[in-house]
């Protein structure tokens, strides 16, 4: 260590005197830079002095020399104050009439014979040009400055120099605080190329100005516009801009860099502090900005010139200019491509011409029947040119930004095409033009796509994996599988791996050994894990053999069977839940038969009854396998009278069985206390609507003493008996028809009696409002008519007859009762 310091301690000379050394060229660089500028004005003023006052380029020379002395003022600014007056001013006089009157009369006094006035040739006055344009000092300072920093300018060599020119040169007027120099791009955009001050961390920032109308220079180069701008609440809101950049002051100037016709580019210029109010101030500052674009496009034109390039032609080394660079690219494309020309009308953008076109494009506007020399964008697409392409392609020249566009159609019979073409669009904007690629979607195209939407409706994705290749090359439905719609490029095998339940690993592995080694066909299903967790997948695949009969490759699917399984489970727990409810409700269906027989009287039973004789019959929906609540009943009374009763209750199976049984005893009951039929359905009413009220029924009770023959009947929500005389003609019983039971508790049934005769029939049937319907239209009138067509004493027959007379389907049930009065 002792060692060690002297060595860092003599180390430390060399490294100062190498920094000493280059800060001595940095000034010395910096020194010659400013001659080379100043060197320029110094010549012209020495020049205005010879031209004008006929002295040598020494003595005038010699004249700035001594007049900077004497002044006291630095040599470069007194031969700007002499230049400076050649300034663009549309109302400056003759550049004699404008020398400094000190300095006319000290190059006067330095003549060897000046002459003498003559009486006839008094001295000459003041002309009148000089006596109307007086000029103020601030006017002067302000030529002698243009003057000066135009060949400044005009010496700089790179952008950065101009910028630095602009910043930093002594100024009769406030310095800019910042500087920004920026060339206009082909689509629109800004590059900064150019920086003094704190604009170079903008350009540092942003290597590309985006055509943000929120920024004063973007909007002044593409109105072609000169902004003076105060950093007031009104620009602030006009250029919300401003207030986020560095390079904002108290007033920024933003301009376009105009040469010849052609806007090159912008500058920006800012002051920390407002500017001294003046039309001449702004007048000779925006002056500035001709020597600016000019300088701006002649080092373009230097870097065009430099990056010229040799082609192989007939002479070697012949020389092509960048401009050449376009079609060659345009050529080299392997889709269409075109750059198009706007075509305007009174200021309206109307159609575009294509400028260039590459070959396949050239064969699809000759294909259209379009001369590919006079080619237009809406002779070549004129319905999808002008609905689609046109409005974009305007748009894209407003704000530069790309298009891209997808799944156009071009229609034969509106777009001239040879067939139905799907065409994608990308366009760019060059300068003033539109530069376009587009692609025609071929069978194969379309396929593809057709493919993946099959793919992703299926939840299908598949994969090709070389046994050569480290990785499979799958499909995008089989990444988005995987990645869940996440922007991926592939799925590793590794990943394909941990992608499967542990418990189902070593089946899958097993298959896939089977697969590779022994060429066998490939199906297995796994459970997924990881990225796919939750999820069933089913993967199938087929080996692909070389000529030795090796197995190259595997392709195959992998499908998400998720839902698929949930819906045969699904559908599984349904069968189970249908098997048992059929057994439940065979079970039900017994019971019900069971309660049914029991409920109905026997035919001996019904044979018993003194004076009448009576059949009746119920038949169920045999076909859908249900009992209906359908009953009838006939008792014989301690008098000698007998009760019948027709009943049928809604709903089916056990349930209605069950509350039929309860109406008919029900009925017995109220019949012992000898209640007439309308009060027996007035209290099997009021005991239903309290019991029973998620059950209606309608029922008729009549009540026949054979030995008057007379019948009290009433009904609810049935329809009225039907008569039949010995001789077989038939009438309807009149009398009211109550609601069915169980729908108003409150509701009071009515009597009816009539007298029969001897060998009258009587009949008593149900059906529903169904049936009742059916009998209005028609069917009660048939029923009506039976003994005209069959025999009153077959019941079967009759039975039968009112089946097919009130159209009653194979699902729905039946009831009736015939009364034979003997």
């Given at each position: ?5 002297p060595?860092e ?10 920094a ?9 660089l ?7 500028r ?10 205005v002095?010879v ?14 020399v001594?007049?900077s ?16 007056t050649?300034?663009p001013d549309p109302n ?5 009439n ?10 006067a006094?330095r003549r ?7 009486p ?12 109307r ?6 006017v002067?300072a ?33 310095a ?14 800004q590059?900064g190329?150019?920086?003094h ?5 903008v ?12 920024l ?7 109105d ?26 108290a ?7 105009v ?9 920006l ?24 674009a000019?300088?701006v ?7 065009i ?13 012949q ?19 075109a750059?198009?020309s706007?075509?305007t009308?009174?200021?309206q ?22 001369d590919?020399?006079?080619a237009?964008?809406?002779a070549a ?7 689609t392409?046109l409005?974009?392609?305007?748009r ?25 073409q799907?065409l ?8 003033d ?24 409706i ?12 480290p ?11 995987f ?6 490029a ?21 298959a ?6 022994e ?6 299903e ?10 069933r ?7 692909i053999?070389?000529?030795?009969g ?5 392709r195959?699917?992998?499908?998400d ?22 057994h ?12 049914q ?13 003194d ?18 609540g ?49 009060d027996?359905l ?5 005991m239903l ?20 023959r007379?019948l009290?009947?009433?009904a ?15 009438s ?17 049934y ?5 007298t029969?005769?001897?060998g ?9 409002q ?6 209005r239209?028609?069917?009660?009138d048939?029923v ?5 067509h069959?025999?009153?004493?077959d ?7 009112l ?5 009653v ?14």
């Open positions: 260590m002792v060692d060690k310091a060595a301690g003599g180390s430390a000379e060399p490294a100062e005197a190498l000493a050394l280059v800060a001595k060229l940095r000034a010395e910096t020194g010659v830079r400013t001659a080379m100043n060197r320029a004005v110094i010549e012209q003023a020495k020049g002095l031209e004008r006052l006929g002295i040598t380029p020494d003595q005038g020379f010699d004249q700035l001594r007049l002395q004497r002044t006291n003022i630095k040599l470069i600014e007194v031969a700007a104050a002499i230049v400076g050649t300034s400056a006089p003759d550049v004699v404008l020398i400094d009157d000190e300095l006319r009369q000290h190059v006094r060897e014979r000046p002459p003498a006035p003559s006839a040739s008094p001295a000459p006055a003041a002309s009148p040009a000089r006596r344009t007086s000029r103020t000092p601030e002067e302000l030529q002698s400055q243009h003057q000066l920093l135009s060949a400044r300018i005009a010496a700089a060599r790179s952008y950065d120099e101009i910028s630095e020119v602009l910043g930093t040169a002594p100024t009769a007027r406030p800019p605080s910042t500087v920004l120099l920026t060339l206009l791009d082909p689509d629109g955009a590059r190329v150019g920086a001050g704190v604009a170079g961390e350009r540092s920032r942003w290597s590309r100005i985006p055509p943000d109308p929120a004063p220079l973007v909007v002044a180069v593409r072609a516009e000169t902004l003076w701008l105060s950093a007031d609440d009104e620009v602030t809101r006009r250029f919300p801009v401003i207030g986020q950049l560095p390079f904002n002051g007033t920024i100037l933003a301009s376009p860099l040469s010849g016709e052609r806007i090159i580019g912008g500058i210029l800012t002051w920390a502090e407002a500017l001294p109010d003046g039309e001449e101030l702004r007048r000779y500052v925006t002056a500035l900005l001709e020597p600016v000019r300088q496009d002649t080092l373009i034109g230097d870097e010139a430099s990056a010229w390039f040799h082609v192989e032609g007939e002479e070697s080394g020389a092509a200019p960048a401009q050449v660079w376009l079609p060659t690219v345009v050529d080299a494309l392997h889709d269409p491509a750059l198009l706007p075509v009308e009174d200021g953008l109307v159609d575009f011409r294509v400028e260039y076109a590459n070959g396949l494009a050239r064969q699809i506007f000759a294909g259209a029947r379009v590919p020399d006079e237009t964008l809406l697409y004129p319905a999808l040119g002008s609905a392409l409005p974009e392609f305007a894209l020249l407003q704000d530069g930004q790309p298009r891209r566009l997808e799944g156009l159609r071009a229609d034969p019979r509106t777009d001239g095409v040879p067939g139905p799907t994608s669009v990308h366009a760019v904007r060059l300068w033009r539109v530069f376009a690629v587009w692609r025609v979607a071929t069978e194969a195209d379309l396929m593809y796509d057709q493919l993946l939407q099959a793919e992703r299926a939840g299908i994705g598949s994969f090709c994996w070389e046994l050569r290749d990785e499979p090359r799958c499909s995008p439905e089989l990444i988005r599988l990645h869940g719609g996440r922007d991926a592939r799925v590793p095998v590794e990943e394909l791996t941990a992608s499967v339940h542990p418990d189902d690993l070593l089946a899958v592995q097993d896939v050994r089977r697969t590779i080694v060429g066998r066909h490939l199906l297995a796994a459970r997924g894990a990881g990225r796919v967790n939750g999820r997948l089913r993967l199938t695949a087929e080996p053999f070389d000529d030795t090796t197995v190259s490759a595997v195959g699917t992998v499908q069977v998720t839902e698929e399984r949930a819906i045969e489970a699904r559908l599984r727990r349904a069968e189970e839940a249908l098997a048992a409810q059929r439940r409700l065979a079970d039900e269906r017994r019971a019900a038969e069971a309660l027989r029991a409920l109905l009287p026997t035919d001996p039973e019904l044979g018993h009854l004076g009448v004789e009576i059949c009746g019959r119920c038949r169920s929906p045999e076909r859908v396998g249900t009992i209906d359908d009953w009838y009943d006939a008792t014989a009374l301690p008098d000698g009278s007998t009760v019948l009763v027709l009943g049928d209750v809604d709903e089916q199976g056990l349930s209605s069985m069950t509350t039929a049984a309860r109406l008919r005893y029900a009925v017995r009951a109220y019949a012992m206390l000898d209640m007439s039929p309308g027996i007035t209290a099997v009413n009021g609507c309290a019991m029973e009220v998620e059950h209606t029924a309608c029922l008729v009770v009549a009540r026949l003493s054979p030995e008057t007379e009290r009947w009433a609810a929500g049935q329809v009225a008996p039907i008569r039949y005389t010995a001789t077989g003609q038939g309807v019983l009149s009398g009211p028809l109550g609601l069915p039971l169980g729908e108003v508790a409150e509701m009071r009515t009597d009816t009696t009539v029969l005769e001897q009258d029939r009587m009949l008593l049937y149900t059906g529903g169904a049936r009742v319907d059916r009998r239209s028609g069917g009660l048939l009506r008519r039976a003994g005209e069959v025999d009153l004493s019941f079967d027959a009759v039975m039968t007859h089946i097919g007379a009130l159209k389907a194979d699902d729905e049930d039946v009831c009736a009762m015939l009364i034979h009065v003997r």
